[in-house]
């Protein structure tokens, strides 16, 4: 009972801190739109993806279980890739989800009601074009099978590495391949090369595979891309404070990350099953940051929204998605209040 009142307490103080953004209408869930007096939700519904950042320490370590003690149950809903969560979203099925930044910057282009209040990564090494032996540079893709997963940072990569490339999709057969299937297929030679994440794509250059080019690569010629936290608009506005507690153990995590490397790895280790030493190499491949970092205008209170924008526009010249909305869409879209208050 304790550990009850004392969750309540912590999320009345944040959300008065943060009636600004409070009042409107509930989740699409109807699991988590109920709620009771506190102002908090009876369920939180979260899509997660096997990716290495510190939503699987999150998960792994309880963290919000033990922040909400009984007042909030906690569903994990695992995903594919950043699309499907987008279905989700538009489906009303989870309330709190990870998607990469080009996913998300379609999301809002065609009108998906979510917003951003974390990043959970930028993205470097951690996804990479692999590819078979005998490839040796993009323009050997020409005539090639590459598998990604549709909609995903990972696609947008390909497409941005094709382009500085000179190729065009009409010019490599890609073909769209979530994760685990993409390492079947490469195990069956059925493709030359995907252009995936962790844990997949260190699977495929233990097997093999030849890194041509990453996401880091990638992000000096203006093409980078996140790990992105979406809300939906009604959960956000109607339970600030269960957003709020739920960057606070984001946050945590990031640090656990910075501070406790080896104890981070081990989490996800287990999460993801494999080898600590694994695990803790793909944590090195990716870029973290704590909440007083991503308030900033490199980041949330800015940066982002331009990078949004941009990858919206890459999106519509390659036929990707039908429009592009004004850049304060964009914006408007990015929370920093959460990011701001946290702890």
């Given at each position: 009972?304790?550990?009850?009142?004392?969750?309540?307490?912590?999320v009345?103080?944040?959300?008065?801190?943060?009636a600004?953004?409070?009042?409107?209408?509930?989740?699409n869930?109807?699991?988590?739109?109920?709620?009771?007096?506190?102002?908090?939700?009876?369920?939180?519904?979260?899509?997660?993806?096997?990716?290495?950042?510190?939503?699987?320490?999150?998960?792994?370590?309880?963290?919000l279980?033990?922040?909400?003690g009984?007042?909030?149950?906690?569903?994990?809903?695992?995903?594919?890739?950043?699309?499907s969560?987008?279905?989700?979203?538009?489906?009303?099925?989870?309330?709190?989800?990870?998607?990469?930044s080009?996913?998300?910057?379609?999301?809002?282009?065609?009108?998906?009601?979510?917003?951003?209040?974390?990043?959970?990564?930028?993205?470097?090494?951690a996804?990479?074009l692999?590819?078979?032996?005998?490839?040796?540079?993009?323009?050997?893709?020409?005539?090639?099978?590459?598998a990604?997963?549709?909609?995903?940072?990972?696609h947008?990569?390909?497409?941005?590495?094709?382009?500085?490339?000179?190729l065009?999709?009409?010019?490599?057969?890609v073909?769209?391949?979530?994760?685990?299937a993409?390492l079947?297929?490469?195990?069956?030679?059925?493709?030359?090369?995907?252009?995936?994440?962790n844990?997949?794509l260190?699977?495929?250059?233990?097997?093999?595979?030849?890194?041509?080019?990453?996401?880091?690569?990638?992000?000096?010629?203006?093409?980078?891309?996140?790990?992105l936290?979406?809300?939906?608009?009604?959960?956000?506005?109607?339970?600030?404070?269960?957003?709020?507690?739920?960057?606070?153990?984001?946050?945590?995590?990031?640090?656990?990350?910075?501070?406790?490397?080896d104890g981070?790895?081990?989490?996800?280790?287990?999460?993801?099953?494999?080898?600590?030493?694994?695990?803790?190499?793909?944590?090195s491949?990716?870029?973290f940051?704590?909440?007083?970092?991503?308030?900033?205008?490199e980041?949330?209170?800015?940066?982002?929204?331009?990078?949004l924008?941009?990858a919206?526009?890459?999106?519509?010249?390659?036929?990707?998605?039908?429009?592009?909305?004004?850049?304060?869409?964009?914006?408007?879209?990015?929370?920093?209040t959460?990011a701001?208050?946290?702890?």
């Open positions: 009972m304790k550990k009850k009142t004392l969750a309540k307490i912590g009345f103080a944040a959300a008065a801190a943060l600004v953004v409070s009042a409107a209408c509930g989740s869930n109807d699991s988590s739109d109920a709620g009771d007096a506190t102002g908090l939700p009876d369920k939180i519904v979260i899509g997660y993806q096997n990716i290495p950042n510190g939503d699987l320490i999150v998960k792994h370590d309880g963290l279980e033990a922040a909400f009984d007042s909030v149950t906690i569903e994990w809903k695992l995903f594919d890739s950043g699309g969560v987008n279905e989700a979203i538009l489906a009303g099925a989870i309330d709190i989800g990870l998607v990469g080009s996913p998300a910057s379609r999301g809002i282009s065609s009108g998906i009601e979510y917003q951003i209040p974390w990043i959970f990564d930028v993205i470097g090494k996804e990479a692999a590819v078979k032996g005998g490839i040796n540079s993009i323009a050997d893709l020409k005539g090639k099978t590459i990604t997963p549709f909609a995903s940072t990972s947008y990569s390909l497409l941005a590495a094709l382009e500085e490339a000179g065009s999709e009409s010019d490599v057969k073909i769209d391949s979530e994760p685990d993409i079947a297929a490469w195990q069956q030679g059925d493709i030359d090369g995907a252009y995936v994440w844990p997949v260190a699977k495929l250059t233990a097997d093999g595979g030849k890194v041509l080019i990453t996401s880091e690569d990638l992000s000096k010629k203006g093409k980078t891309t996140y790990d936290a979406v809300v939906t608009t009604s959960f956000a506005t109607k339970y600030p404070a269960a957003v709020q507690t739920w960057l606070d153990q984001q946050n945590a995590a990031v640090t656990k990350i910075r501070e406790d490397v981070a790895a081990k989490s996800i280790a287990a999460e993801l099953n494999i080898p600590e030493a694994d695990a803790k190499q793909q944590l491949e990716l870029i940051l704590s909440a007083s970092e991503q308030a900033g205008a980041y949330l209170g800015g940066g982002l929204a331009r990078n924008f941009a919206a526009q890459f999106n519509l010249k390659l036929g990707k998605i039908e429009s592009v909305k004004e850049e304060s869409a964009y914006n408007a879209a990015i929370l920093t959460f701001s208050a946290a702890k």
